[in-house]
């Protein structure tokens, strides 16, 4: 099953410029594996060993998947995912 993935600007460097890339997973974790397998190294800057790292937001249809099931979140075919850093200062 594919998935949209829309890509922040920071990590494009990973997907060779593309700010929307498909990847596929039957839930955030595994697409996220998706995305490493297709863009290795993305995950490193996605994951750590607690799971999502703390400035990165993710989005399956615009709900937070932190207030979801987190990474265990189900993904259905066509779904989309954003992928936000967080932004902090003043």
Known sequence: M????RVPTI??????G???VLASGASVATVIDDLDVNYPGIAERLLDDS????????????????VLDGLDTVVADNDSITILPAVAGG
């Open 51 to 66: 799971g999502l790292r703390r400035f990165v937001n993710v989005y399956l249809n615009d709900e937070d998947v932190r």
């Open 18 to 20: 593309e700010r929307v």
């Open 2 to 5: 594919a998935v949209e993935v």
């Open 11 to 16: 990590l494009r460097d990973y997907t060779s």
